[in-house]
């Protein structure tokens, strides 16, 4: 993991989310199936016709380690994008994590797998493998577009998108979020008035 992606992965998707405007989140319905899984990574897209999982298992193949599979499969709910035969296989090849505007089945097993999974949630039919399907173009996966290569970032809040030309700059930006946040906490922990002036200066506003 190089140095940029870690750093990443050690800041939450809120300030990341609050340096970009919150224009790059991904449908809050994408949540991991566990609240301490976190990730960063670049992103391997994904785009399946719903229904067909063929491409996610390319993808395995096409994978570095440390690689953030993206799948868009139009936000389909009744079949599965994989179980947990796929995710293990993930796993063994050091896949990074998968996010899927949908859902997987084999609920239960996947979580004691303790990988990172991103979804909508889980469901009972798995997907047919008819052979079509793409990796690495540009894609949407729960409302954003998602290049090859973008920046990923997953936390129990959910997925942000960072594009991997402003990677850098946005660092900067959220890293300087977070230290005005310590900065705002520190001024108000334990002073009932001046809580009050800042509640009124913000009420105020309009």
Not at 36 to 45: C, E, I, K, S, V
Not at 89 to 96: A, D, F, K, R, V
Request: overall charge negative; aromatic content about 4%; proline content about 4%.
């Amino acid at each position: 993991m190089n140095a940029l992606i870690q750093q990443f992965r050690d800041l939450p998707t809120t300030a990341i989310s609050d340096a970009m405007g919150g224009m790059s989140n991904l449908d809050s319905a994408i949540k991991p199936l566990d609240g301490d899984y976190r990730f960063a990574g670049r992103a391997l897209t994904v785009q399946v016709p719903v229904g067909d999982n063929s491409a996610v298992l390319k993808a395995i193949g096409e994978a570095n380690p440390g690689d953030i599979i993206v799948v868009d499969c139009k936000g389909d709910t009744y079949r599965a994008i994989a179980g947990d035969f796929v995710v293990g296989m993930m796993q063994t090849m050091e896949i990074g994590a998968l996010v899927v505007d949908g859902v997987i089945r084999d609920l239960n097993a996947i979580k004691d797998l303790k990988f990172p999974v991103f979804c909508k949630g889980s469901t009972i039919a798995s997907s047919g493998k008819a052979g079509v399907g793409e990796t690495n173009v540009p894609i949407s996966c729960g409302g954003v577009a998602v290049f090859p290569g973008d920046i990923i970032v997953g936390d129990a809040d959910g997925v942000v998108v960072i594009p991997q030309a402003r990677g850098e700059e946005i660092l900067v930006h959220a890293k300087d979020k977070i230290k005005k946040d310590e900065e705002r906490a520190e001024k108000y922990a334990g002073k009932p008035a001046e809580i009050r002036k800042y509640i009124a200066l913000m009420t105020n506003k309009a």
